[in-house]
Each structure stands twice: as structure tokens, then as C-alpha cells.
T-cell receptor, first 114, second 115 residues
Framework: NAGVTQTPKFQVLKTGQSMTLQCAQD?????MYWYRQDPGMGLRLIYY???????DKGEVPNGYNVSRLNKREFSLRLESAAPSQTSVYFC?????????????FGPGTRLTVT | AQKITQTQPGMFVQEKEAVTLDCTYD???????LFWYKQPSSGEMIFLIY??????QNATEGRYSLNFQKARKSANLVISASQLGDSAMYFC????????????FGSGTRLQVQP
């Protein structure tokens, strides 16, 4: 089992460029999440998907879009990157949205926007 | 709304000693879960321990234990017999049973274990 995988691991963008961060899980989990982690801070929720076919905004959704392509894959898109989106992005999954399911995290994508 | 507060930006501990990392929380949910994650310098998030709000006993996982005091809304992590490999960032997080049910994280505590 690979668990949760993310691509790419590192990315440098120029302001205004677009890109898609990919996430896949092989644990047959229903729920998937995208978080961002800024220096000195904990993770903050960008978007989540409680089940295939549904997506909802989290705490910091502005500037992002998501697609739950199927049960395994949940992508995060930056349409027009801004320096404020420089961060480390984590994808996570859990068996179900309800408590107390533990979340499993991918290795993260370090994004720099210049 | 849920909030997690970790008031210790950094902690030092001697190898083989025990250390307590503080976490307080606030929520209006009656049912919720509390989690601790470890983030080493390599960056991955590693799940350590979980406590449910209705669990009567404090959770333990090997050298990790969670000191849960519901009335005080605290969920402190205790690491016994610290090892050099315990040096990392530690995050407390919670999830309620309503709303989006994603994790809300604290700002973290950086633990450094000294030989």
C-alpha cells in the first residue's frame, strides 16, 4: 500500500501561472482533504470531499478549485498563482467524514510562487 | 467553531526524560476527537495518538500518552523516555462531529531532545 501519494513534490511558479496538484489514495477511503501549511503555523483546510462526487470549501478556499475525479483521486488547482499561495500543501484521506476516523497524510508538495 | 491552542512554541528535554506538550481546545460540539501528529524535519505528518471525547480512559500508544482533562478542555501529550528521534514539530488537532469534520490544528510545538 502506497497510502496517500502527491505529485509533484516541489514546484516553482511565476505569478499568474496555473497548475494542478495531484493526490491519490489506495486505502478505499471515502473522504479526502487538502490543507496548506505556512511557516510557523498548523495546517489549514482548503477544500474537502466527504465522498465521491461532493466537494466543499474549507477555511481558506480563495484562489483554489478542486476536483474529486473518482474515489481515489482528489486534485487541487491554482488558476492564477499568487505569492501568498507559497506554502506546503498536504493531501489527506480518511475512511469517512465522521468522528473518529484518523486522517492519513501524503508527503506534501512544497510550492513557491515568485 | 473549533479552536486549538498550543502555547509552547519550543521545548527542550534531555534524552530519557519525560516531557509534556500542552494543548487546550474549544468547541461547541458534544462529541469530538483529539489527535496528536508529529512532523519531523522531513516534513511528513505522522499520526501519534487519538482520544475520543467520551473515552473514559486516557489514550496510550507506546511511549505516548494523552492526558485528557475534559472539564479543563485540555489534551496534553506526554512522551516518556525521550529519544533523539523525537525531535520534531508536534501538532494537536481536533475534529468535531458536525460541520465539515476536517481537522483543526494548533500552531505546533517544536521539541528538541538533547543528549
Amino acid at each position: 500500500n502506497a497510502g496517500v501519494t502527491q505529485t509533484p513534490k516541489f514546484q516553482v511558479l511565476k505569478t499568474g501561472q496555473s497548475m494542478t496538484l495531484q493526490c491519490a489514495q489506495d486505502m478505499n477511503h471515502n473522504s479526502m482533504y487538502w490543507y496548506r501549511q505556512d511557516p510557523g503555523m498548523g495546517l489549514r483546510l482548503i477544500y474537502y470531499s466527504a465522498s465521491e462526487g461532493t466537494t466543499d470549501k474549507g477555511e481558506v478556499p480563495n484562489g483554489y478549485n478542486v476536483s474529486r475525479l473518482n474515489k481515489r483521486e482528489f486534485s487541487l488547482r491554482l488558476e492564477s498563482a499568487a505569492p501568498s499561495q507559497t506554502s506546503v500543501y498536504f493531501c489527506a484521506s480518511s475512511e469517512k467524514a465522521g468522528y473518529p476516523a484518523e486522517q492519513y497524510f501524503g508527503p506534501g508538495t512544497r510550492l513557491t510562487v515568485t | 467553531a473549533q479552536k486549538i491552542t498550543q502555547t509552547q512554541p519550543g521545548m527542550f528535554v534531555q534524552e530519557k526524560e519525560a516531557v509534556t506538550l500542552d494543548c487546550t481546545y474549544d468547541t461547541s460540539d458534544q462529541s469530538y476527537g483529539l489527535f496528536w501528529y508529529k512532523q519531523p524535519s522531513s516534513g511528513e505528518m505522522i499520526f501519534l495518538i487519538y482520544q475520543g471525547s467520551y473515552d473514559e480512559q486516557n489514550a496510550t500508544e507506546g511511549r505516548y500518552s494523552l492526558n485528557f482533562q475534559k472539564a479543563r478542555k485540555s489534551a496534553n501529550l506526554v512522551i516518556s523516555a525521550s529519544q533523539l528521534g523525537d525531535s520534531a514539530m508536534y501538532f494537536c488537532a481536533m475534529r468535531g462531529n458536525t460541520g465539515r469534520r476536517a481537522l483543526t490544528f494548533g500552531s505546533g510545538t517544536r521539541l528538541q531532545v538533547q543528549p
